[in-house]
């Protein structure tokens, strides 16, 4: 049986990796292109090819489901085509043995696609926006700003805040910040404008030029002049990581990340849907390869006569295709329709898995 599984590791792993590396090749060219405006203007060929090849882990966490279907059907189709599969089954290789040994594969790799994902093309694809985000002179943020709610537990009540940021020139970095303190009674109490301001992991906010204006709990004209300070230290509970997930793409958050934010909202009463089923679709995702191995293990069982590798390979690529689509779009679904965000993240894997296991026994079985 180890001879068995080197053979089938071998072949699937070597075709997987050869669609993958075709796939990657083709990404980086397509992203160097769009870069091709900003080369001599804005950055150097260098940072530019720095920037795309950053990009490359990010690619590879999208592309490794479909590139592993493509090169299993690849590969078993090749060895069905050469009798090779068949004198495995006759040797003892049964349809039990043959499905675990392609999910033993498929949760090595469904590991490595989560370690890929949740670790490598996040930090990358900070880096990149980052970079990227230098010849704009920072992070966008849209025209009205990024707008963010806090709340502080004090001795006359729950205070809450609401944070204004205008630009986020860096990571950790927010410049054009205002605060609006409100009491327990919903009054404004404080506003707090700085130019610039640093935030701290633990939540520390260090504002620069700040100007403080306050005014009585129960009235309206001011309490005190405004008041001025070059630094201004401000506790919260908006840390580095919550305010970066507000700020950069949902691409380069991880499943902490991406919990973490979606916690944060939850507890501030602000809608989480959206995040709430990115952070499932990102938990899910890894076990996708587990799915697509499943998929391509019924063109073992086809006939030579039933169609070539070449024609068995194009429908693998329609198969991961019309997988990819309809992973978007029951994202989109879930969110117009307001389904749970488990069942929108789950759903495509869920459907192409009972497809998959639906044609394997009934090849089995018929066939």
Same mark, same amino acid.
């Given at each position: 049986?180890? @001879?068995?599984?080197?053979?089938?590791?071998?072949?699937?792993?070597?075709?997987?990796?050869?669609?993958?590396?075709?796939?990657?090749?083709?990404?980086?060219?397509?992203?160097?292109?769009?870069?091709?405006?900003?080369?001599? $203007?804005?950055?150097?060929?260098?940072?530019?090819?720095?920037?795309?090849?950053?990009?490359?882990?990010?690619?590879?966490?999208?592309?490794?489901?479909?590139?592993?279907? =493509?090169?299993?059907?690849?590969?078993?189709?090749?060895?069905?085509?050469?009798?090779?599969?068949?004198?495995?089954?006759?040797?003892?290789?049964?349809?039990?043995?043959?499905?675990?040994?392609?999910?033993?594969?498929?949760? !090595?790799?469904?590991?490595?696609?989560?370690? =890929?994902?949740?670790?490598?093309? *996040? +930090?990358?694809?900070?880096?990149?926006?980052?970079?990227?985000? $230098?010849?704009?002179?920072?992070?966008?943020?849209?025209?009205?700003?990024? +707008?963010? $709610?806090?709340?502080?537990?004090?001795?006359?009540?729950?205070?809450?805040?609401?944070?204004?940021?205008?630009?986020?020139?860096?990571?950790?970095?927010?410049?054009?910040?205002?605060?609006?303190?409100?009491? *327990?009674?919903?009054?404004? $109490?404080?506003?707090?404008?700085?130019?610039?301001?640093?935030?701290?992991?633990?939540?520390?906010?260090? %504002?620069?030029?700040?100007?403080?204006?306050?005014?009585?709990?129960?009235? @309206?004209?001011?309490?005190? &002049?405004?008041?001025?300070?070059? @630094?201004?230290?401000?506790?919260?509970?908006?840390?580095?990581?919550?305010?970066?997930?507000?700020?950069? &793409?949902?691409?380069?958050?991880?499943?902490?990340?991406?919990?973490?934010?979606? !916690?944060?909202?939850?507890?501030?009463?602000?809608?989480?849907?959206?995040?709430?089923?990115?952070? +499932?679709?990102?938990?899910?995702? *890894?076990?996708?390869?587990?799915?697509?191995?499943?998929?391509?293990?019924?063109?073992?069982?086809?006939?030579?006569?039933?169609?070539?590798?070449?024609?068995?390979?194009?429908?693998?690529?329609?198969?991961?295709?019309?997988?990819?689509?309809?992973?978007?779009?029951?994202?989109?679904?879930?969110?117009?329709?307001? +389904?749970?965000?488990?069942?929108?993240?789950?759903?495509?894997?869920? =459907?192409?898995? %009972?497809?998959?296991?639906?044609?394997?026994?009934?090849?089995?079985?018929?066939?």
């Amino acid at each position: 049986m180890r @001879t068995v599984r080197r053979l089938l590791y071998r072949e699937i792993l070597g075709a997987t990796l050869y669609v993958a590396a075709a796939f990657l090749g083709l990404f980086l060219f397509i992203d160097l292109v769009g870069e091709l405006d900003g080369i001599g $203007r804005d950055y150097s060929a260098l940072q530019a090819l720095q920037v795309c090849l950053l990009q490359v882990p990010g690619h590879l966490y999208e592309l490794m489901p479909i590139a592993l279907l =493509i090169g299993a059907i690849y590969a078993l189709a090749k060895l069905a085509q050469s009798s090779e599969f068949t004198i495995l089954r006759t040797g003892g290789l049964g349809p039990g043995r043959a499905l675990w040994l392609l999910a033993r594969l498929g949760l !090595t790799l469904a590991a490595l696609t989560f370690v =890929i994902g949740d670790f490598v093309a *996040p +930090w990358c694809d900070t880096q990149a926006t980052l970079l990227a985000a $230098r010849r704009h002179g920072g992070l966008e943020v849209g025209q009205g700003g990024l +707008w963010l $709610r806090d709340s502080q537990q004090q001795a006359d009540g729950e205070h809450r805040y609401t944070v204004s940021i205008g630009a986020a020139p860096g990571d950790g970095e927010v410049a054009r910040v205002r605060i609006l303190e409100f009491g *327990p009674q919903g009054e404004l $109490r404080t506003r707090t404008t700085a130019e610039r301001a640093r935030i701290g992991d633990d939540g520390t906010w260090t %504002l620069e030029q700040v100007q403080v204006s306050q005014w009585a709990p129960d009235s @309206t004209p001011e309490l005190a &002049p405004d008041r001025r300070a070059a @630094t201004l230290e401000w506790r919260s509970t908006l840390t580095r990581q919550v305010v970066s997930a507000a700020v950069l &793409p949902l691409r380069t958050m991880s499943t902490a990340a991406l919990w973490t934010y979606m !916690t944060h909202l939850s507890d501030h009463e602000q809608t989480a849907q959206r995040h709430a089923i990115q952070f +499932w679709k990102k938990a899910i995702y *890894p076990f996708a390869c587990l799915v697509m191995l499943g998929l391509a293990l019924p063109f073992a069982y086809l006939h030579a006569r039933a169609g070539g590798v070449s024609l068995k390979v194009f429908g693998g690529i329609l198969l991961g295709i019309s997988f990819v689509l309809l992973n978007n779009v029951s994202g989109h679904l879930g969110l117009l329709h307001d +389904w749970r965000p488990w069942l929108a993240a789950s759903a495509p894997s869920v =459907i192409y898995l %009972l497809m998959s296991l639906g044609a394997f026994s009934w090849l089995v079985r018929y066939r």
